[in-house]
């Protein structure tokens, strides 16, 4: 059994843990990161879109604001990122268009369209004609939508790639296996024990475990995180150069009640995603989930039935009680939580990795981040609820 300290130690190695990891270790703190196979996790399924206006949803106006300013984040932190690596991480200002196929998706994106203009939210609103001249490729049957140019995309897998090379440039270490147990002395969080048998031991221990936050052995049982696996299933497309241009920018729709999209990258892929289900741990890619996303695409855009489907994949995104993420200390010392991101985990990346910076160098949450600490839920009694 061997031990080794670091002034932090990330628990997960997902899109999440490698920001956290990033940013703690450009504070000067010596940094660790604990995963199996760090760059995995729900990043590797996830579409990208940086969508804080068409993700907007009744009863989620406080989440708006913390999307919105990771949104603004978003160019900078690009920037940095791209400067310091190298790496092109597929960042597109390209916009969003949300369109509706009957009188219910139109008048329920009427209803958005009013909550937006509430929020002070710049979107527009665009009859079936407009629509199909932004996209040709639309189905003649759309009936109007919302053209948001203010929602963005980035490819979530070379972001992913990205924060590894800046992790190992700033002397981030990574510990390629499973964290077992939470190791807790003199009523602290200590460190970690690993599945195999090493100790790993840090001043401060952020839990950064995607949807297996609430797996964790040895957190108090009072302050396991409420998150649970929300599965989604995906499919990649590749436009052949003979069908380019096929999309602009990301389409989005509900089809009979389902949630669908297309997330066109400039390499020629086409990301269509995603399901939602509440099926705990599974990750079986299902012939009625590839068929579903196929169908309602296809109602959108016919011509994607030409299109060579070239992968499909299923990821588990970490739900919240109130689909918001666990951001700060918890009432362990020593114990801090960013988790729970649920479908903004690839948009809120910029501002997580700022606030557990400055949680992890001043034991406080940025005011940006305040309503999220973990300690929301203890007054309801959901901390005291294995994931």
């Known amino acids: 059994m061997s031990s080794r300290t670091s002034d932090v130690l990330v628990v997960g190695g997902g899109i999440i843990g490698l920001v956290t990891a990033w940013r703690a270790a450009q504070r000067g703190l010596t940094t660790a990161v604990v995963d199996p196979e760090p760059g995995g996790g729900a990043a590797q399924v996830a579409a990208g879109m940086l969508a804080a206006v068409t993700e907007l949803h ?41 369109v509706a196929l009957d009188a219910d998706d139109r008048a329920h994106l009427r209803e958005l369209h009013a909550l937006q203009r509430q929020s002070g939210l710049e979107s527009e609103w665009l009859s079936g004609r407009e629509c199909r001249r932004l996209e040709p490729m639309l189905a003649p049957g759309v009936r109007g939508g919302l053209r948001v140019d203010g929602d963005h995309q980035i490819d979530p897998r070379r972001l992913t790639r990205a924060l590894l090379t800046a992790c190992e440039r700033a002397g981030v270490v990574f510990h390629r296996m499973w964290a077992q147990r939470l190791r807790v002395a003199g009523d602290r969080a200590a460190g970690v024990a690993t599945t195999d048998g090493q100790e790993l031991g840090a001043d401060q221990v952020v839990l950064a475990a995607g949807s297996f936050g609430g797996r964790l052995e040895g957190v108090p049982q009072a302050l396991l995180p409420p998150v649970r696996p929300v599965k989604g299933q995906v499919l990649r497309l590749t436009v052949p150069p003979r069908h380019a241009p096929f999309l602009s920018r990301t389409v989005r729709a509900i089809v009979r009640g389902s949630h669908v999209y297309l997330v066109p990258r400039e390499s020629g892929e086409l990301v269509i995603g995603a399901t939602s289900e509440e099926l705990g741990w599974d990750t079986t890619v299902t012939a009625g989930g590839v068929y579903e ?92 609820q294995p994931a």
């Open 58 to 98: 009744y009863g989620e106006q406080t989440l708006l604001g913390l999307n919105l300013a990771s949104a603004h984040r978003y160019p900078a932190f690009v920037a940095e990122l791209t400067e310091l690596t190298g790496h092109d991480l597929g960042y597109r200002r390209c916009g969003t268009l949300a």
């Open 293 to 384: 996303l196929l169908r309602d695409a296809h109602e959108l855009v016919p011509g994607i039935t030409e299109l060579p489907l070239t992968e499909t994949r299923a990821g588990l995104r970490p739900g919240s009680p109130d689909n918001a993420p666990l951001l700060g200390p918890t009432e362990l010392p020593g114990l801090v939580l960013a988790t729970g991101h649920y479908r903004n985990g690839v948009l809120l990346t910029p501002i997580t990795g700022d606030a557990m910076a400055h949680v992890l160098t001043t034991g406080e949450l940025p005011d940006v981040a305040r309503p999220f600490t973990p300690r929301r839920f203890a007054a309801t009694g959901l901390l005291e």
